[in-house]
């Protein structure tokens, strides 16, 4: 991926929506021979139009809004004579993400999620037309020299902003090897680099679950830091796009290193600094919310093709006694481990479905 389409991602904007006002009603008589005044017909004002949003699921960015700061649709025609009723001001539908929150900019009101394709949200109403004065007529007046003024259409501010939508969630500290892994299991390409915060928005990649039925999609989110539940490195908006997956695959990784006789082992030859990791990203997803420590979740070892099999050994034990975990070995850049990941994440977001027991005569 590009420095520039990097760039590309844009999951928060701010924009002014503002509904069309209502076309005014009209003062007009029915004029006939030999009487100029036959009776009201002044036509009713059309209705402004609407600003709506619409679900796309062809969209996966908000950059369209990016520098469209403003959602403002036409006003309703005013009404003619001879009953003449004023066009409707045409609407403004504007298409976003699926995962797509709007809110209201003043108040932080959700007025819609949008997670459906083609699910349509009204943001800002059209303003209704105004009465002509037809509809003012009664027995004592019957030349009314009266009409409604179009009412004005809603208008505020919104905050949209997008949680991507995903079966399963890559997370893990900077460098943990995420991406490598979402391109070792799906056919995405991010931007891979051995540095942390190569990844700087979510990426998304999909495979096709053993049964053919199903295409799964996983996000690889960008590195969480300490502190990223309150923002810092950007937390906010990193960790609410795990918020919307089913399931978390958390990856830790060694640095790896070499003893003294050449033979791959840990860097600092200590397996608590992995456990620590482990135990920092799952306080930052408790800070944020607790309800994403009970998603189900894989917690993988990547890199193992950096360790002896003694030091994989000792990382899973450790994770077994401390927390219960089973810690899966997996290498994301040599391939290994990757088809039993795949089945596992497959059987997590696909559970099989018990038959339903038979009920008793």
Known sequence: MSRESRGHFVDFVRVHARG???????????????????GPDGGDGGRGGSVILEADPELATLIDL???????APKGGNGGGKNC?????????????????ALDGDTGEELGDLTVPGQRLVVARGGDGGRGNQHFATPTNKTPRKADDG???EERNLILELKVIADAGLVGLPNAGKSTLLTALTDAHPRIAPYPFTTLSPNLGVFIAADYQRRITLADIPGLIEGAHTGAGLGHRFLRHIERTRALVHLVAPEGGEDEHGNPTLADGSPETLLYAFELVRGEL???????????????????DLLNESDVATLQELFRTRHGVELLPISAQKGLGIEELRRRIEKLVCPVESPAE????
């Open 20 to 38: 069309g006002d209502g076309g005014h009603g009209c003062i007009s008589f029915l004029r006939l021979k030999g009487q100029p005044f036959a």
């Open 66 to 72: 990016r520098y469209r700061h403003h959602l403002h």
């Open 85 to 101: 009723s004023g066009r409707g001001g045409k609407d403004i539908v504007v298409r976003v993400p699926l995962g797509t929150i």
């Open 151 to 153: 009412w004005p259409g």
């Open 286 to 304: 408790e800070q944020y919310s607790p309800a994403l420590l009970e998603k189900p979740c894989l917690v993988c070892l990547n890199k193992t």
């Open 358 to 361: 038979e009920e008793s005569p």
